[in-house]
């Protein structure tokens, strides 16, 4: 009797966890550490050369988790008008911390059937794994990363659906990654895993805008896809998330070299990462324009904004 009284007081306080999620600090959970365990094997190959990457992908995880969080403590040009709960923050702070998961885990690449890219396993002498040379891929990882965290929102067999594999740093055996346990872990509800998911997949677009690479309404054309695919809003795209896909883009160019860290309910005791590459900006931030009101950055911000005020949504 005991037993079974103790059984119905942990399924109820699962459902009630969440089904209130939105009160609820995000912390640290087994699946959550487990990948970023893993992200800490791979090594990007700069082949010496100075890059725009001060650290490998686990570093500026890190960092650019930590710049989200600057963002809103700091009250920055791109998050005033934005408001979010302490709980919407967190998501969004979440996304930042696995924006490019799609540079790791991908079978085509342990398998080198990929038409141009590849990872190199270097192994210890006992035959566990050292570490994992990655790569870069332009923009390809944005729409990997999105598949990812789409997998638990889609039907099975839903061509936009990829599977994340993780590595026995030990065995070197692959094993898929429960996107949907980590949900679950986290008490993530549909509309958190939708944003999540579209930020991911976002996370490129705004900068690609600001550089004149593609223009306002692929930019839409963009979100709307991702909108759609996941259903967030019936389909429709709001305020909300598009300031929001410009937020991820913002953060992740902070985040290319080292951010203070701060003390957050996911990272109580703050992650300190130094440099590992040499790099071509000292300040990225700045030197991509991103700073003053009168910057390209805040520009293009308001520029999308305008449009978006402009033109009837979907």
């Given at each position: 009797m005991i037993l079974k009284r103790l059984y119905l007081f942990l399924v109820i306080t699962f459902?009630?966890?969440?089904?209130?999620?939105?009160?609820?600090?995000?912390?640290?959970?087994?699946?959550l550490s487990a990948l970023l365990d893993?992200?800490?094997?791979?090594?990007l190959d700069s082949e010496g050369n100075p890059s725009i990457h001060a650290g490998d992908i686990y570093e500026h995880s890190i960092w650019t988790y930590y710049a989200m969080v600057e963002l809103f403590e700091t009250n920055s040009l791109y998050v005033q008008g934005l408001h979010l709960s302490i709980r919407e923050k967190e998501v969004v702070c979440l996304a930042a911390l696995l924006h490019d998961i799609g540079k790791i885990g991908r079978k085509?690449?342990?398998?080198?059937?990929?038409?141009?890219?590849?990872?190199?396993?270097?192994?210890?002498?006992?035959?566990?794994?050292?570490?994992?040379?990655?790569?870069?891929?332009?923009?390809?990882?944005?729409?990997?990363?999105?598949?990812?965290?789409?997998?638990?929102?889609?039907?099975?067999?839903?061509?936009?659906?990829?599977?994340?594999?993780?590595?026995?740093q030990k065995t070197g055996q692959l094993y898929p990654f429960n996107i949907n346990l980590?949900?679950?872990?986290?008490?993530?509800?549909?509309?958190?895993?939708?944003?999540?998911?579209?930020?991911?997949?976002m996370h490129y677009e705004f900068g690609n805008l600001k550089h004149?690479?593609?223009?306002?309404p692929e930019f839409f054309q963009m979100l709307q896809n991702f909108v759609t695919i996941v259903n967030y809003n019936n389909g429709v795209i709001d305020e909300n998330i598009l300031r929001l896909s410009i937020l991820i883009q913002v953060a992740d160019v902070k985040g290319l070299v080292p951010v203070i860290p701060r003390k957050t309910p996911l990272f109580p005791e703050e992650k300190f990462c130094c440099s590992v590459h040499p790099v071509k900006f000292d300040n990225p931030f700045q030197a991509f324009d991103y700073v003053s009101e009168t910057s390209n950055g805040i520009q293009s911000m308001h520029k999308l904004m305008d449009y978006y005020k402009?033109?009837?949504?979907n």
């Open positions: 459902y009630v966890c969440c089904s209130t999620a939105i009160d609820l600090s995000l912390a640290m959970q087994p699946q893993n992200m800490k094997l791979y090594k085509n690449l342990f398998d080198k059937t990929h038409p141009r890219l590849h990872y190199d396993i270097i192994k210890n002498d006992d035959g566990s794994i050292q570490k994992i040379i990655y790569y870069q891929d332009h923009q390809e990882h944005t729409y990997i990363s999105f598949k990812y965290a789409a997998q638990p929102l889609l039907r099975p067999n839903d061509p936009n659906i990829e599977t994340c594999f993780c590595i026995n980590l949900y679950k872990e986290l008490c993530l509800t549909i509309q958190e895993q939708q944003i999540f998911t579209i930020l991911l997949g004149n690479k593609i223009e306002i402009t033109t009837p949504p």
